[in-house]
C-alpha cells in the first residue's frame, strides 16, 4: 500500500458531507478503505488560491473552487504542484525544466516527477509515490503532499533566523541554542501563550483542537497582534459560534486565506488551526526586543552569533561533501580509466587471436575449393561434350520441324491477311462512329461552357457595378469626413491666430507701459540728481572750502541686470515658442517643428508640434556646471516621417545671454558656411540657480 509518512492521517469519521466534520472515503486499487476532510481540501484550496493568484501559466485553472475537486483535478494535469513547491520555497525546481504549453502525457510525467523530488527536497517525506498516483487523482495521497509542504511553507519562519525578535519568548534558564533546537509547532504555541500572558488571560493553550475549539483564546490573540482591527473585550462574548464567526471575520480583514471556517474552529480542526495560526504569526507577529531589556539584546547576539556559526558550519559541511564528491569522482574516473585500458588490451589479444584463426582456416577453405573446382572443370568438360553430340542431334530434329512449320506458318500467314484486311475495315466504319460522337459531344460542351462564362460575365459586371456604388459611397464619406475636419482645423486656426493676435497685443500693451515706467523713472531720477546738484552747489557758496569733498546721495531708480557668475551649478532654459518659422517641406505643407539642446555633447529636445509654423512648447530644460566659455546650440528641426528632419534654424548661446529671469526673443541663424533658407524667431527664458 503506498503511503505517506507522517504526512496525512485523517481519522476515520462516519459523517456525511455537509455534516459537522465532513469526511469522503475512497478505496483503493489494494482495496484499501481512505479518508480525507472537505474541510482541509477547502483550506488549501483557499490557500493555493492565494500563494498562486496572476500566475501566467495557471490562468485558466485558477482560482480553484473550495467546495469541489477542483483542487485534484489541477494537479493532474501535472503543472499546479511545481509551481507550489517552487511558490513555497523559490527556486527548488528549475522552471525551464517545468513544461506548460501543448501538454502531453510524457510532459505531464515528467512535471509530476520534479513535483515530487522537489517535494522530497524541501523537507517532504514520502514512501512510495510515483507520478502515476497525481495523474491518478488519488486525494489522500495528493492532499498528504499538499499538506506537508504548506506546513513547511508557513513554519519555514517560525525560527529566529527569520524572526530574530524570537528571542523575546525564551525563558529564564533557557540560551539560544536550546531554543533554536525546539521544533517550531512548540514555538508556535509559546508564541501563542507570550500573547495570552501578556493579555493578562488567565488560559493557556497546549494544542491546536481542543484548547482553541471555543474560538475564545483566538480573540484574545487577534486582540494582542491587531488591535487595529480587533477591539478589546470581544473574547468576552459567551456564545462559541458567534466567537467562531467573529473570527472568520476579523481574519478576511487581516488578509488571512480562508483556512478556517466557524465550524473548523469548533471541531478543532488540528492542521487548519495550525495553519491559520502560522499565517498570524508570519503576518503579525506582535514581538519587539526593547533596548533596555539587556537579557533581550544579549539573547539577540547569541542568537545572531548561533546564525553565523550555523551557517558557517552548513558552508564547511558543504564544501566538504563537495571535496569528497570531487574525489569520488576522481577515483570512479580513474577505475573507469584503467578498466577501459584492461578492456581494450583484451579485445585487442581476441582481435588478433581471432584473425590468426580465421587466416588459417581461410587457408583450409583455399585448398579444399581448389580440389572442387579441378573435379568440377573435369566433370564440366565430359558434360560438355556429351551436350554437343546431344545439341547436334537435336539440331538436325529442329531443322526438320522448322521446315514442316514453315508451311503451316505460310497458310496461316495468308488467313491471317485476310482476317486483318476484314478487322481494317471494321476498324474504319466505328472510327468513323465515334468521330462523329466525338464532335457532336464537344458541340454541346461548348455550348453549356459558352452559357456559363455568359453567366459568369452577368454576375462579375454585377459585383463589379457594387463594388464600385460602394466605393463611390466611401469615397463621398471619406470626403465628408475630410471637408468636416478641414472646416473645424480652419476654425482652429482662425481661433489660435485671434488668440495670438491678443497675446501680441497685449504683450505691446505691456511693453509699452514698461517704457513709460522706465521713461518715468529716469525723470525721476533726472529731477533728484539735478535737485542734489543744486543744493551742493549752494552749500559751496556758503561754507568755507576745504580739503574734503561734499558727500552727494542720489536715489535713483534704475532697471539693470544681475550680473551673472561661473560656473553657474543648475541653469533651466525654457523653451517657451517660436513664430513665424519658415515652411521646408518640399509640397509647401506646414512643418511639424521641435527643437533640441546640446551642451557639452548632451541633447535634449522637446516634443514635436503638427502642421504649424508658431509653435508652442512651454518645456523646461535643466544643465549642470555651465562654464563662461561654453556654448549651447539651440536648434529647430521639421520632423519628417520618411526622410532625415530637415533643418530650419538655430542660435548658438554664450555666457552674455544667460541673464536670470530673462525672456527674450532670438532671430534664427544659418549654419556656418552653409545656406540655409531661415527665418523665424524663438522665445527663451533662463534661471539660475546656485544652490
Known amino acids: 500500500e503506498k503511503t505517506v509518512n507522517m504526512a496525512y492521517q485523517t481519522p476515520f469519521h462516519n459523517v456525511q458531507p455537509g455534516g459537522p466534520s465532513a469526511t469522503h472515503h475512497v478505496q483503493d486499487s489494494g482495496h484499501g478503505i481512505h479518508s480525507y476532510s472537505f474541510e482541509e481540501r477547502r483550506g488549501f484550496s483557499e490557500y493555493v488560491n492565494q500563494l498562486l493568484a496572476g500566475d501566467p501559466d495557471l490562468v485558466d485553472d485558477l482560482p480553484l473552487d473550495p467546495n469541489s475537486d477542483d483542487l485534484f483535478t489541477v494537479i493532474e ?22 513544461s506548460t504549453r501543448n501538454m502531453n502525457v510524457f510532459k505531464v510525467q515528467q512535471n509530476q516527477s520534479l513535483a515530487i523530488e522537489g517535494a522530497k527536497e524541501i523537507g517532504c517525506k514520502l514512501v512510495n509515490i510515483g ?79 481542543s484548547d482553541i475549539a471555543d474560538g475564545e ?92 556559526e550555523k551557517f558557517a558550519a552548513e558552508d564547511a559541511l558543504r564544501r566538504e561533501r563537495w571535496d569528497q564528491e570531487e574525489e569520488q569522482r576522481q577515483r570512479e ?53 556429351r551436350a554437343q553430340e546431344a545439341a547436334d542431334q537435336e539440331k538436325r530434329r529442329k531443322e526438320e520441324e522448322m521446315r514442316r512449320q514453315a508451311a503451316i506458318l505460310e497458310q496461316q500467314r495468308r488467313e491471317e491477311e485476310e482476317r486483318r484486311r476484314q478487322f481494317e475495315m471494321d476498324m474504319r466504319l466505328a472510327r468513323a462512329k465515334q468521330m462523329e460522337d466525338e464532335q457532336r459531344r464537344r458541340m454541346e460542351e461548348e455550348r453549356r461552357m459558352e452559357e456559363e462564362r455568359r453567366r459568369q460575365y452577368e454576375e462579375n459586371q454585377r459585383r463589379e457595378e457594387e463594388e464600385r456604388r460602394r466605393q463611390w459611397d466611401e469615397y463621398n464619406r471619406k470626403m465628408a469626413i475630410q471637408e468636416e475636419q478641414r472646416r473645424k482645423e480652419e476654425e482652429e486656426e482662425r481661433k489660435r491666430q485671434e488668440a495670438w493676435a491678443e497675446y501680441y497685443k497685449k504683450q505691446a500693451w505691456e511693453e509699452e507701459q514698461r517704457r513709460q515706467q522706465e521713461a518715468a523713472a529716469a525723470a525721476a531720477a533726472e529731477q533728484e540728481r539735478q535737485r542734489a546738484w543744486a543744493a551742493y552747489n549752494a552749500s559751496k557758496t556758503t561754507t568755507t572750502v576745504t580739503s574734503h569733498q561734499p558727500v552727494v546721495t542720489m536715489t535713483t531708480q534704475v532697471v539693470t541686470t544681475k550680473q551673472t557668475k ?62 563662461d566659455h561654453d556654448e549651447i546650440v539651440v536648434t529647430i528641426y521639421d520632423k519628417d516621417r520618411f526622410s532625415k528632419d530637415s533643418f530650419m534654424g538655430q542660435i548658438r548661446l554664450n555666457s552674455s545671454d544667460l541673464i536670470h529671469g530673462n525672456e527674450s526673443w532670438f532671430q534664427l541663424q544659418s549654419r556656418a558656411y552653409r545656406h540655409d533658407t531661415v527665418h523665424g524667431d524663438l522665445l527663451l527664458r533662463f534661471a539660475l540657480y546656485y544652490r
Open 131 to 209: 507520478p502515476s498516483d497525481l495523474t491518478a487523482r488519488t486525494p489522500h495521497l495528493i492532499l498528504g503532499i499538499v499538506w506537508q509542504a504548506v506546513k513547511i511553507g508557513l513554519l519555514s519562519q517560525v525560527n529566529i533566523e527569520a524572526h530574530p525578535e524570537l528571542v523575546a519568548l525564551l525563558n529564564e534558564n533557557e540560551d539560544v541554542k536550546m531554543f533554536m533546537d525546539v521544533a517550531p509547532e512548540v514555538n508556535l504555541l509559546r508564541w501563542f501563550n507570550f500573547h495570552m500572558k501578556n493579555a493578562g488571560h488567565h488560559r493557556q493553550v497546549n494544542n491546536f483542537s
Open 566 to 627: 561661473f560656473p553657474i551649478p543648475r541653469l533651466i532654459i525654457t523653451v517657451v515658442r517660436a513664430r513665424r518659422l519658415a515652411k521646408v517641406d518640399t509640397l509647401g505643407a506646414k512643418s511639424d517643428p521641435y527643437v533640441t539642446l546640446i551642451h557639452n555633447g548632451m541633447k535634449q529636445k522637446t516634443t514635436w508640434i503638427k502642421n504649424t509654423q508658431d509653435p508652442v512648447y512651454n518645456q523646461d530644460f535643466e544643465f549642470r556646471s555651465v562654464m
Open 77 to 98: 494535469k501535472g503543472v499546479l504542484l511545481p509551481k507550489l513547491i517552487n511558490a513555497i520555497r523559490p527556486g527548488t525546481i528549475n522552471e525551464k525544466n517545468i
Open 333 to 385: 574516473w580513474e577505475q573507469l580509466e584503467l578498466q577501459r585500458k584492461l578492456d581494450w588490451e583484451r579485445e585487442e589479444k581476441e582481435r588478433r587471436d581471432k584473425l590468426e584463426r580465421e587466416a588459417a582456416e581461410l587457408r583450409q577453405k583455399l585448398s579444399e575449393e581448389e580440389s572442387r573446382l579441378d573435379m568440377e572443370r573435369k566433370k564440366h568438360e565430359e558434360d560438355m561434350r
Open 217 to 308: 483564546n483566538y480573540l484574545v490573540l487577534l486582540e494582542q497582534i491587531a488591535p487595529h482591527v480587533v477591539p478589546k473585550g470581544v473574547h468576552n462574548e459567551p456564545d462559541p459560534r458567534k466567537r467562531a464567526e467573529w473570527i472568520c471575520s476579523y481574519a478576511n480583514t487581516l488578509g488571512c486565506p480562508n483556512f478556517v471556517t466557524p465550524e473548523d474552529i469548533l471541531n478543532g480542526n488540528d492542521k487548519l488551526n495550525l495553519a491559520f495560526t502560522a499565517y498570524l504569526f508570519n503576518q503579525y507577529p506582535g514581538l519587539e526586543v526593547l533596548d533596555s531589556d539587556e537579557v533581550q539584546q544579549r539573547a539577540l547576539q547569541d542568537a545572531e552569533r548561533l546564525m553565523k
